[in-house]
């Protein structure tokens, strides 16, 4: 297992972005239901509970996200990455929803904008080592 990056400059300079091919979708779903095989995350919020699903679980009209994981192992403690990956973002006009696991940040952004989303952050990872 690799030591968690806690340093900002290294987290970015090491955050190899990686699109993930399956398409997924923001939902709120029944707590009384099961949870749709490859739910990739939860949220409860005060009005219920958000799920990111596949797309083929999600209802008709659902936006299509893809997931892009940075693969740096970031501290939990680490400040920047976040803001750093946001900022580059949406001085592209891509949104972005970030979801962090313990050993990874994920980045979800509309599907027809994955892959200048990516080119984004690489862009932004080949700047923070000079």
């Known amino acids: 297992m690799t030591k968690p990056v806690i340093e900002t400059t290294a987290m970015i300079a090491g955050m190899l972005p990686e699109l993930q091919d399956t398409e997924f979708a923001f939902v709120v779903?029944?707590?009384?239901?099961a949870w749709p095989e490859g739910t990739?995350?939860?949220?409860?919020e005060a009005e219920g509970l958000s799920l990111i699903v596949p797309?083929?679980?999600a209802p008709a009209g659902a936006i299509s996200m893809k997931c892009i994981t940075l693969r740096v192992h970031s501290s939990l403690e680490g400040v920047?990455?976040?803001?750093a990956v946001s900022d580059a973002l949406a001085q592209s006009r891509i949104p972005a929803n970030m979801v962090a696991g313990y050993h990874h940040?994920?980045?979800y952004v509309p599907s027809n904008l994955a892959e200048k989303a990516v080119a984004v952050l690489l862009e932004l990872q080949q700047g923070a080592g000079k």
Do not use: F, Q
């Open 55 to 57: 797309i083929d679980a």
């Open 105 to 107: 940040d994920h980045v």
């Open 29 to 33: 779903w029944p707590h009384d239901k």
């Open 80 to 83: 920047g990455l976040t803001a």
């Open 40 to 44: 990739r995350a939860s949220c409860m």
